[in-house]
């Protein structure tokens, strides 16, 4: 294999030349304590910048094994040293080299979760990060000796300072992975104590502003503390620094499954508290405020999303007898009111295993959530097609096992179905149920009850592998996330505005890739979208996220790619507008 001596002397060489010259470049090298691989090399010095990968083997490295030892602490581990690596690239002009995209470094470091990703990949005997980096020129010239500097000169510094254990922050690296260790124990043990989410006293809720999803610091921001009958006290497999000295026990709000209501005042609270619930289906890093806010994995989000398709979805548990006779058991829209929308997201999320939804009254559809006494009277059951989610909120638990987290301020007709309700006051949760309870006994809320028939089996959908195509011009895969939601999917837009629970750009390149290979290998053979996403769950969980990538070659990598939930694929693939659906057989009445 070709040395760090040889790549200089090649960069010497190709000094001056045409920015073609670079491709002379490709392939491996081996340096004092890594290897170098150049997979891509980038057109010209305007285009996205060229691909490498660092391969350091683990003599080098010398990361303690139990550090990375198992699944959890692999990821954790993973997740941390691209944060390093970003560090050590540091940031700011001072790396512009030239024209274009001349001198960047990147690594897709994560933000304030931490995501399965590609960016940096641990095992037993290396570790490999995978780097963007725009090749240095003068206009279109090849600047060999900036080249030289970048590759062998401030390469290996990042790479020691990133990698190497002797370099690495010790107690904040064992610091973070034990962080992640915890926060995946509690979210294992949730099914167990009968919880949907869990909410850590001293938890810190709110984010610095509505642009940043970093911590609001300062003394105006109130740490979360349980209200004594919901608390519960969980211990750990590490130990964390608590007020007495370190321990191993935790204590915070359980939120039990059933049907659990968020009520107080405007102001105070009740959605920053829902959003951390959204996101605890995620870890979070250490230092965040939400590390001890953790969700069950398959709790999901549902909003209002008027003008959104829809496919072939049975809504009929909430939509019956529209105008003019259409059928609500395989409801199409092109263009969805806010309460179809809101039925087909609650539906569709069902489908793919949902056993939990988090609702806001701030983005549901009115007419959607309730229908009270007066408003009965006026408008006859016989014109109005919306069965409301305050009559089937019970039943989506009783029947389905599928349990509700509802913010709403606004209507106490649901203190008849709650579990629990938790009122939010200055910042502060307090168990009210019992107080809603003596009020729903002594204040009737006059409405009857209209549901006309139990929730019924929903049919299967099964995707038509041929309303896939992601082909644009003359390119037969074009892919591309043009934001954390927006995926072009060749000649299609996916908007992605109303799937709340995505949290990074890399998951949203994930799902666009994931919606290619599943519709490549997965839907076939009358395979229903639910079975299509299991298997795409499976396909990650034994090989990775790597071959996402639809130019995925051993020696190529992806390195910006994170995992994204089952859910959010699914999601994605319900908002394609060319999407076509067979239903199963069970849809026959
Ligand atoms: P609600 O949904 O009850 O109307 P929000 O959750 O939107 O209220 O919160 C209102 C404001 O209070 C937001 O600006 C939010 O950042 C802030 N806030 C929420 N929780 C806290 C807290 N624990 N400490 C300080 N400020 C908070
Ligand atoms: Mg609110």
């Given amino acids: ?102 001198g960047v470094v990147q690594i897709d470091a994560g933000a304030q979760e931490v995501l399965e990703r590609t960016a940096a990949v641990v095992t037993p005997d290396w570790i490999e990060i995978r780097l963007q980096l725009g090749l240095p020129a003068a206009g279109r010239r090849v600047l060999g000796r900036q080249a030289q500097a970048m590759l062998c000169r401030d390469l290996p510094r990042i790479a020691e300072s990133g990698l190497c254990w002797a370099e690495l922050p010790h107690r904040e690296a064992t610091r973070f992975v034990e962080c992640i260790e915890n926060q995946q124990a509690i979210r294992g043990r949730l099914d167990e104590l009968g919880l949907v989410a869990f909410v850590g006293d001293g938890a810190l809720l709110p984010r610095a502003s509505g642009a940043s999803d970093r911590p609001l610091r300062g003394s105006q921001a109130v740490p979360f503390a349980s209200p004594e009958s919901l608390r519960v006290s969980l211990s750990l497999p590490n130990p964390i620094e608590r007020p007495d000295g370190p321990g191993r026990e935790i204590t915070g709000m359980g939120i039990r499954r059933g049907v659990t209501l968020i009520v107080g005042g405007g102001y ?216 954390i939601d927006l995926i072009l999917f060749g000649d299609e837009v996916i908007d992605l505005r109303g799937v709340e629970q995505l949290v990074d750009p890399s998951q949203t390149r994930a799902v666009g890739n994931a919606i290619h290979l599943a519709t490549r290998r997965f839907a076939k053979g009358g395979a229903t979208l639910r079975q299509v996403i299991a298997q795409l769950e499976d396909f990650f969980d034994n090989h990775g996220l790597d071959e996402l990538d639809p130019f995925h070659r051993a020696e190529q990598h992806p390195g910006n790619l994170a995992r994204p939930r089952g859910f959010e694929i699914a999601a994605a693939i319900n908002r394609l507008r060319t999407l076509r659906i067979r239903q199963g057989p069970t849809a026959s009445e």
């Fill in 1 to 102: 294999m070709p040395s760090a001596d040889d790549l200089r002397r090649i960069l010497d060489r190709i000094d001056g030349r045409g920015y073609k010259a670079y491709h002379e470049i490709k392939g491996s090298f081996e340096f004092p304590r890594f290897t170098l691989f150049v997979d891509h090399v980038q057109g010209d010095p305007f285009a996205n910048p060229s691909k490498l990968r660092i391969r350091m083997p683990m003599s080098e490295a010398r990361l303690p094994p139990d550090w990375f030892d198992g699944p959890v602490r692999r990821m954790a581990c993973e997740d941390f040293l691209a944060r390093c690596v970003s560090t050590a690239i540091g940031g700011g002009e001072s790396h512009r080299r030239g024209s274009g995209k001349s």
């Fill in 268 to 483: 105070h609270g009740k959605s920053t508290l829902l959003r951390a619930l959204e996101r605890g289906v995620y870890p979070h890093v250490p230092g965040d405020g939400r590390e001890w806010v953790v969700s069950a994995p398959d709790l999901v989000k549902i909003r209002a999303e008027d003008g959104r398709r829809v496919e072939r979805v049975d809504i009929s548990a909430f939509i019956s007898d529209l105008p003019q006779g259409r059928s609500t058991r395989a409801f199409c829209s092109e263009d969805a009111s806010g309460s179809t929308s809101q039925a087909a997201n609650i539906l569709e999320a069902i489908e793919v295993g949902a056993t939990g939804l988090l609702l806001d009254e701030d983005t549901s559809a009115t007419n959607f959530m309730v229908r009270d006494a007066r408003m009965q009277a006026l408008v006859h059951k016989e014109f109005e097609p919306i069965t409301p989610f305050l009559e089937r909120v019970r039943e989506l638990y009783d029947t389905w096992g599928v349990s509700t987290v509802l913010v709403m301020g606004g209507c106490g007709d649901y203190f008849d179905v709650a579990d629990c309700v938790i009122a939010m006051r200055e910042f502060r949760p307090v168990d009210v149920t019992d107080e809603a309870r003596r009020i729903a006994a002594s204040h009737a809320t006059g409405r009857r009850i209209e549901t006309r028939s139990p929730l019924k089996k929903c049919a299967d959908r099964i995707p038509l592998a041929e309303s896939f195509d992601p082909s644009r011009g003359r390119r037969d895969v074009k892919i591309d996330a043009k934001a």
